[in-house]
T-cell receptor
Framework: DTGVSQNPRHKITKRGQNVTFRCDPISEHNRLYWYRQTLGQGPEFLTYFQNEAQLEKSRLLSDRFSAERPKGSFSTLEIQRTEQGDSAMYLCASSSQGGNEQFFGPGTRLTVL | AQSVSQHNHHVILSEAASLELGCNYSYGGTVNLFWYVQYPGQHLQLLLK??????LVKGIKGFEAEFIKSKFSFNLRKPSVQWSDTAEYFCAVTDSWGKFQFGAGTQVVVTP
């Protein structure tokens, strides 16, 4: 399967713990996006990369959140000191350039107890 | 700032009925428009997209959408739905930077 992959698919953690998610985009795509989706809502933009450069971060991304894409390939999203309000589906998408169709991964469902 | 409004949160209809889902957006510049679908247990998939040209675009599985610039709308239609069209449908807008703004989604349930 050459689509976007995300790991893990599910993560259950206790409040206060740190978690890290990984996204592997489609290999030839230079743009990578992170979104968060909660029940009854559409995906909300968090941040995006063009190659290894992080170009924009949403206000939703507090200081506890950090994302990296060190070699312009896979990306990680880390949440430090998780809170119950962080419980959501975290989606990754990639595209060949801005404005084009984005291909989404299956998401990582985070549950913070 | 961009915003996307989907008119219905839930739609229930019978097989063979026609479907129309409303989508209005707010953005001052040139936009690209998309409809994505999420079938139960699956990830978001593209149904169709509009960049320019003919405002009536056709997508997969018999879906089509019409871009009406004067109304800032991009409504999704299907003349005759099937049970397999049960899914959540999302309208999305993006500018050239590629940051998508999604609507809240419409849950469509098609009954046999």
């Amino acid at each position: 399967d050459t689509g976007v992959s995300q790991n893990p698919r599910h993560k259950i953690t206790k409040r206060g713990q740190n978690v890290t998610f990984r996204c592997d985009p489609i290999s030839e795509h230079n743009r990578l996006y992170w979104y968060r989706q909660t029940l009854g809502q559409g995906p909300e933009f968090l941040t995006y990369f063009q190659n290894e450069a992080q170009l924009e971060k949403s206000r939703l991304l507090s200081d506890r959140f950090s994302a990296e894409r060190p070699k312009g390939s896979f990306s990680t999203l880390e949440i430090q000191r998780t809170e119950q309000g962080d419980s959501a589906m975290y989606l990754c998408a990639s595209s060949s350039q801005g404005g084009n169709e984005q291909f989404f991964g299956p998401g990582t469902r985070l549950t913070v107890l | 700032a961009q915003s996307v409004s989907q008119h219905n949160h839930h739609v229930i209809l019978s097989e063979a009925a026609s479907l129309e889902l409303g989508c209005n957006y707010s953005y001052g510049g040139t936009v690209n428009l998309f409809w994505y679908v999420q079938y139960p247990g699956q990830h978001l998939q593209l149904l169709l997209k509009y960049f320019s040209g003919d405002p009536l675009v056709k997508g997969i599985k018999g879906f089509e959408a019409e871009f009406i610039k004067s109304k800032f709308s991009f409504n999704l239609r299907k003349p005759s739905v099937q049970w397999s069209d049960t899914a959540e449908y999302f309208c999305a807008v993006t500018d050239s930077w590629g940051k998508f703004q999604f609507g809240a989604g419409t849950q469509v349930v098609v009954t046999p």
